[in-house]
C-alpha cells in the first residue's frame, strides 16, 4: 500500500507559475501526474521512473512543465510555468509499485485544482 498525499495548487493569471507535490509514503517504481478537466478525458502530463530519474511529458506541456523527484522525501513535484487557460484542470498524482516500463497506476492522490485565468 502507497499513499500519496498532494499539495500545492490555486489560482493563478496567465503566464504564471504553480507547483504542485506530491508526498509518497513507500517504495514506487514510476510515478506520474494526470489532470482532468470537466468534460474532457483524464491526461497524463508528466511521468518519471523513480530509480532512473527518466521522465516523460505530453505534448501539450513539454516545455513548460517540470517534473522531479526528491529521493531524500520521496517527494514528487510539478513545476508548472508559462501556465494557460487550458491548463485549468484537477490535476492528480499517481504511482505504481509494479516494475513494469507500462506503469499501471494503482494509487492515486486526493487531486488538487488548479485553475488559470486568462
Known amino acids: 500500500q502507497v499513499q500519496l498525499v498532494e499539495s500545492g495548487g490555486g489560482s493563478v493569471q496567465a503566464g504564471g507559475s504553480l507547483r504542485l507535490s506530491c508526498a509518497a509514503s513507500g517504495y514506487t517504481f514510476c510515478m506520474a501526474w494526470f489532470r482532468q478537466a470537466p468534460g474532457k478525458e483524464r491526461e497524463r502530463v508528466a511521468s518519471?521512473?523513480?530509480?532512473?530519474?527518466?521522465?516523460s511529458y505530453s505534448d501539450s506541456v513539454r516545455g513548460r512543465f517540470t517534473t522531479s523527484l526528491n529521493t531524500a522525501n520521496n517527494t514528487l513535484s510539478l513545476q508548472m510555468n508559462s501556465l494557460k487557460p487550458e491548463d485549468t484542470a484537477m490535476y492528480y498524482c499517481?504511482?505504481?509499485?509494479?516494475?513494469?516500463?507500462?506503469?499501471?497506476?494503482?494509487?492515486w492522490g486526493q487531486g488538487t485544482q488548479v485553475t488559470v485565468s486568462s
Open positions: 518519471i521512473y523513480t530509480r532512473t530519474g527518466i521522465t
Open positions: 499517481a504511482a505504481s509499485v509494479v516494475a513494469r516500463i507500462s506503469c499501471p497506476y494503482d494509487y
